[in-house]
């Protein structure tokens, strides 16, 4: 045994012994083998036993361990549906909006400045109204797959919370050492759901109202009306 376990691990008391024994001793398994990560029992540590000269620790100390390891996974999980929830409600809602505000104020112009010139620019206007339209569609599109996509992370975040909160309120020492891999795992899972980030594919490309020809006729038709209301003064 190692210096966590000082002096001699103390034998079985007499009577009965509750819970799941030894299979080789018959004796408790109190005792965690942090070497071959089993829970043991006392005869296992001694002279004779597979596990002498292990490294040993109450069951129960290990057992509270990963019990303080799943109530801080279970706050950081917390924390993480709180922000998505919050981008989720206040994020994308305004992204949506402004997508849908800008594509009208795109709109406007598009149609302010050809009408100057709707006789050279006809087809260029119906080609930037469906870019525009098409723009729209777009950022549309990626706020509600990111929403749905949030939607999910929300869900399996609460999944693996609630499966980390069952095994913290519904498990003895044993079945939970006996699960240090699935907390693990569940963990791990977490930790591979990001937080939301910026992106500027959830927003209106404002140059897609715009083009070379467009600005060319516009600037001509705007300095032509200018030309006219001088010569007419």
Request: proline letters at 6%; one cysteine or more.
């Amino acid at each position: 045994m190692s210096a966590e376990s000082a002096g001699p691990v103390p034998g079985p008391g007499p009577g009965p012994e509750p819970g799941p024994l030894c299979p080789e001793h018959g004796q408790a398994l109190k005792w965690f083998c942090c070497s071959e990560r089993r829970p043991v029992c006392a005869a296992c540590t001694e002279l004779g036993g597979r596990c002498r000269g292990h490294r040993i620790r109450p069951a129960g100390e290990r057992a509270e361990e990963l019990r303080n390891k799943i109530v801080d996974q279970c706050e950081r999980l917390q924390l993480q549906s709180a922000g998505i929830t919050k981008y989720m409600a206040e994020v994308l809602p305004g992204k949506n909006q402004r997508a849908v505000s800008m594509a009208s104020a795109a709109r406007e112009l598009v149609i302010q400045r050809l009408g100057l010139v709707r006789s050279l620019c006809e087809t260029e206007e119906q080609r930037l109204l469906e870019r525009v339209h098409g723009e729209e569609e777009r950022a549309h599109q990626s706020i509600l797959t990111q929403r749905v996509h949030w939607a999910e992370a929300l869900q399996k975040l609460d999944t693996i919370r609630t499966s980390l909160v069952d095994m913290l309120t519904h498990t003895d020492d044993l079945q939970l050492i006996q699960k240090e891999q699935e907390i693990f795992e569940r963990a791990e899972e977490a930790e591979g759901i990001l937080d939301p980030q910026e992106s500027k594919k959830l927003n209106f490309n404002e140059t897609c109202a715009w083009s070379p020809l467009l600005t060319q006729l516009w600037a001509t038709a705007a300095l032509g009306s200018l030309s006219d209301e001088e010569t007419e003064a």
